[in-house]
């Protein structure tokens, strides 16, 4: 009896001692909180919803209500100004929308991407997800390393020779669309431009014949799977312990292993063919390989950061393009002498013939202004991060180091200071001989992170949209939603749904 008295007072003195140490760390992080406020409340904001999760709350809630939390941050940008601060726990992140410092930042490499958002990504719910691979890559070595190996694959001289794939995969939404015309059924746009510039990643990236316009397959689903789970596990680190996103957080994790041994089967059966001797294509695939070892021998990890950079460019090569594509369709739909004024240029450079070549692209300027305007409005990636490790200056307000800093192209892109009446959709504004947009339209990001496939995504969204304007009327389908869906990137919520016709051509 006496002994289980005694093991008893020392199990009530251990726990005693325990909770008086929890309490202690907890009015040790409470004090820490504290001290951050006060480092860095000068520094406008809204008020905070509660003292430990900051702005948390405003933000999960416009989530759940499937809203836009861009354009909160473009409210709050306009209501304190180009520098504002955010708060969750301890850690604080500022709204950046200075030109200046927009500049002064992402042009420069001494500017980290952000630890809390990118390291982040590296897993996705326990899975591994982006890893070490190029858009996630923090370490400047490591990524430097990556895109120089890269680069070759994205140089003008090779992205000219994919032109013909370009062409032929538009092709085959064309067949779709006409089929479509022909039985009088309406046209879902965002997923059938979705299935194009998925067939188009890959086959020119990694060879891989998909065509989903006539086959079905897992990729979409899983890839859409994916990033609505990113944007869950980015924005709620609680998320995954909710009983009710069990099945969900399962799902993806599940979408995540089947892109990755995917990835796994592709990478195996092409190391084969370089082993062999075989004449393979200098395409991402084979830089990818490129990237993970000199020696002979890989290890483990080598494996595993290829698939970093196979599922880095399956998810930024294509969905972000698709959504534009959808997204200017939409315009065009809802601004009709626009739509006119593209389809003459098209008549004009490209008439009756099928193969639109290299050098029509450069032609198409008007076209160019439409995708740009509508990256402007929809900026399908909208936004990046950075660390700001030292003390700086913005737009006069003194910024103490230890912050992230975000950069939302979002809310510039629709900001009345930087774009007149910027809800107006008006390809004008990057007319040729319009003054050009100062740090302020960044679709693509800007200095070294910027996205390694822009003159890909542009030439491919040119050929789709040059085939499409050149061979079909298309007419939105009334009462359909113009909102967006943000699921880490943005896309139309309608799906932009048209009735299509053959166009009539006058003999
Ligand atoms: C309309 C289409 C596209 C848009 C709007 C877009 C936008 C962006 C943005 C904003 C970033 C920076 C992301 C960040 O800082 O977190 C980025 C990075 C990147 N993008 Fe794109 N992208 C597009 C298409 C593509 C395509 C087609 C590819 C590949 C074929 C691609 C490959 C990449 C890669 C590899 C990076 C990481 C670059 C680095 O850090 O070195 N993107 N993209």
């Not at 499409?468 to 990137?489: A, C, H, K, S």
């Amino acid at each position: 009896m006496a002994f289980f008295h005694l093991v008893f007072g020392l199990l009530c003195k251990a726990l005693l001692v325990l909770f008086s140490l929890l309490f202690i760390a907890f009015l040790g992080y409470c004090l820490y909180i504290k001290y951050i406020h006060m480092k860095y409340d000068h520094i406008p904001g809204p008020p905070r919803d509660s003292f430990f999760f900051g702005h948390l709350p405003t933000l999960l809630k416009i989530m759940k209500k499937d809203g836009l939390v861009h354009d909160k941050f473009l409210e709050w940008s306009e209501t304190y100004g180009h520098v504002f601060r955010i708060n969750f726990l301890h850690s604080v992140s500022i709204c950046i929308t200075c030109p200046e410092a927009t500049k002064e930042i992402l042009m420069s490499p001494k500017y980290t991407k952000s630890k809390n958002v990118y390291k982040k990504l590296f897993n996705l719910f326990g899975q591994r997800f982006f890893g070490n691979g190029l858009l996630t890559a923090r370490d400047h070595e490591m990524w430097y390393k990556q895109r120089r190996i890269m680069d070759p694959a994205f140089s003008s001289l090779y992205l000219r020779g994919l032109m013909g794939t370009f062409n032929e995969r538009a092709e085959k939404l064309m067949d779709k669309l006409s089929e479509l015309a022909d039985n009088n059924t309406e046209a879902k746009m965002l997923q059938l431009i979705n299935c194009v510039t998925l067939d188009v990643i890959a086959k020119v990236a990694f060879g891989m014949e998909l065509d989903l316009l006539n086959y079905t397959s897992p990729f979409p689903k899983a890839i859409e799977t994916v990033l609505k789970g990113m944007m869950h596990y980015v924005r709620d680190f609680t998320y995954e312990y909710y009983p009710r996103n069990k099945q969900f957080v399962n799902e993806v994790r599940e979408a995540c292993r089947f892109l990755r041994k995917t990835g796994a089967e592709v990478i195996h059966k092409r190391k084969m063919a370089i082993q062999n001797g075989e004449d393979v294509p200098k395409d991402i695939l084979t830089q990818i390989i490129k990237t993970a070892a000199t020696e002979e021998v890989m290890t483990e990890e080598d494996e595993e950061f290829m698939l970093d950079n196979f599922i880095t460019f399956f998810i930024a090569g294509q969905e972000t393009t698709a959504n534009q594509l959808a997204f200017c369709v939409m315009e065009l739909g809802r601004h009709p002498e626009i739509l006119e004024k593209a389809k003459k240029e098209v008549d004009d450079v490209i008439g009756m013939k099928q193969e639109i070549r290299n050098d029509d692209l450069g032609k198409l300027v008007y076209l160019s202004q439409v995708l740009k305007e509508t990256l402007r409005i929809y900026p399908t990636a909208p936004g990046t991060a950075r660390d700001i490790e030292e003390d700086m200056i913005i737009n006069g307000v003194y910024i103490p180091g230890g912050v992230t800093g975000m950069f939302s192209n979002f809310v510039t892109g629709r900001m009345e200071k930087f774009f007149k009446d910027p809800l107006k959709f008006d390809p004008d504004r990057f007319h040729p001989d319009a003054p050009k947009p100062y740090y302020c339209y960044y679709p693509f990001a800007l200095g070294p992170r910027s996205c390694l496939g822009l003159n890909f995504a542009q030439m491919e969204a040119k050929v789709v949209m040059a085939k499409l304007l050149q061979r079909f009327e298309f007419n939105l389908v009334p009462d359909q939603t113009f909102d967006i869906e943000d699921t880490g990137t943005l896309k139309p919520k309608s799906g932009v749904i048209c009735t299509i016709r053959q166009r009539k051509y006058k003999k």
